[in-house]
């Protein structure tokens, strides 16, 4: 039972364009979300994050918009730029759960072009 | 983050041989967990620790064990290796920021 779908594997875009990665969940008790940034042969990397009592969060280039009702979380890279160029995973956590095991989805490759 | 360090970094291996796969910290996290990467799985979470000799299951536990005898080591075991366990091993330590885990760079398991 996957928890936290992303259900597109890879995203192609322009250099400079807008980047939109999508990730759905279904446990409505996960009540804070992650994004994970990964380059081959390396650890993921924490990206942004966002708690479920707001609907966006922005830091640079980088903005998470939650929406609870559709349990759908998005993130927008713009603009997108080479190093960008990535396996993306969106995570998923209940804060009520004292261990804190994140849920994540099954990443999805982004691929910048110049 | 320099702070986790995993060996070894590649194995291959024969079915049935037992593995052992290390996690070392320097950041002394008190919590840590071990996942694996697999295409179309993304990671899931195989066991994780909230203290020494304090040690809990993940989802896909089966087959493997782990033991934290002090802070900073956290081991993995395969105590009999299948080609079901072909995978990225990955381990993190918690940091005091919400859900930021800090990776190692993984091990890559190869079972034949």
């Known amino acids: 039972d996957q928890q936290v779908k992303q259900n597109s594997p890879s995203l192609s875009v322009q250099e400079g364009r807008i980047s939109i990665l999508n990730c759905d969940y279904t446990?409505?008790?996960?009540?804070?979300f992650l994004w994970y940034k990964k380059y081959p042969a390396e650890g993921p990397t924490f990206l942004i994050s966002i708690s479920s009592i707001k609907d966006k969060n922005e830091d640079g280039r980088f903005t998470v918009f939650l929406n609870k009702s559709a349990k759908h979380l998005s993130l927008h890279i713009v603009p997108s730029q080479p190093g960008d160029s990535a396996v993306y995973f969106c995570?998923?956590?209940?804060?009520?759960?004292?261990?804190?095991?994140?849920?994540f989805g099954q990443g999805t490759r982004l691929t910048i072009n110049p | 983050d320099a702070g986790i360090t995993q060996s070894p970094r590649h194995k291959v291996t024969e079915t049935g041989t037992p593995v052992t796969l290390r996690c070392h910290q320097t950041e002394n996290h008190r919590y840590m967990y071990w996942y694996r990467q697999d295409p179309g799985h993304g990671l899931r979470l195989i066991h994780y620790?909230?203290?020494?000799?304090?040690?809990d299951k993940g989802e896909v536990s089966d087959g493997y064990s782990v033991s934290r005898s002090k802070t900073e080591d956290f081991l993995l075991t395969l105590e009999s290796a299948t080609s079901s366990q072909t995978s990225v091993y990955f381990c993190?330590?918690?940091?005091?920021?919400?859900?930021?885990?800090?990776f190692g760079e993984g091990s890559r398991l190869t079972v034949l």
């Open positions: 446990n409505s008790m996960f009540d804070y």
């Open positions: 995570a998923a956590l209940n804060r009520n759960q004292g261990a804190q095991k994140l849920v």
């Open positions: 620790s909230y203290g020494v000799k304090d040690t």
């Open positions: 993190a330590g918690r940091g005091t920021n919400t859900g930021e885990l800090f």
